[in-house]
């Protein structure tokens, strides 16, 4: 079974940073691509960015130029650098790995950003 931890949420005030790490207990070149998902209170779960093993990236609109997603394959680890941070980024943030048709998920670190 593949697990996924994150880590790294937490408060933080509007204009700040944080930086989420998704470990993982599989080789991540296995996976086709892996993506970071959010969901605030009373919302659907969104897209944030997603990375694939040639490192192509694609982010959701309200993230764009604000946050990076990255990889370390060999750490097996993918990382979500979060700037500029905005109160409508509060959310809980979930890690997600995808091969072929096989998707797993992380339980998501919470992200509140508040002054």
């Known amino acids: 079974q593949v697990q996924l931890v994150e880590s790294g949420g937490g408060l933080v005030q509007p204009g700040g940073s944080l930086r989420l790490s998704c470990a993982v207990s599989?080789?991540?070149?296995?996976?086709?691509?892996m993506s970071w998902y959010r969901q605030a209170p009373g919302k659907e779960r969104e897209l944030v960015a997603d990375?694939?093993?040639?490192?192509?990236?694609h982010y959701g609109d309200s993230v764009k130029g604000r946050f990076t997603i990255s990889r370390d394959n060999a750490k097996n680890t993918v990382y979500l650098q979060m700037n500029s941070l905005k109160p409508e980024d509060t959310g809980v943030y979930s890690c997600?790995?995808?091969?072929?048709?096989?998707?797993?998920w992380g339980q998501g670190t919470q992200v509140t950003v508040s002054s």
């Open positions: 997600k790995a995808r091969s072929g048709l096989s998707v797993y």
């Open positions: 599989r080789n991540i070149l296995s996976f086709n691509d």
């Open positions: 990375i694939t093993i040639s490192r192509n990236t």
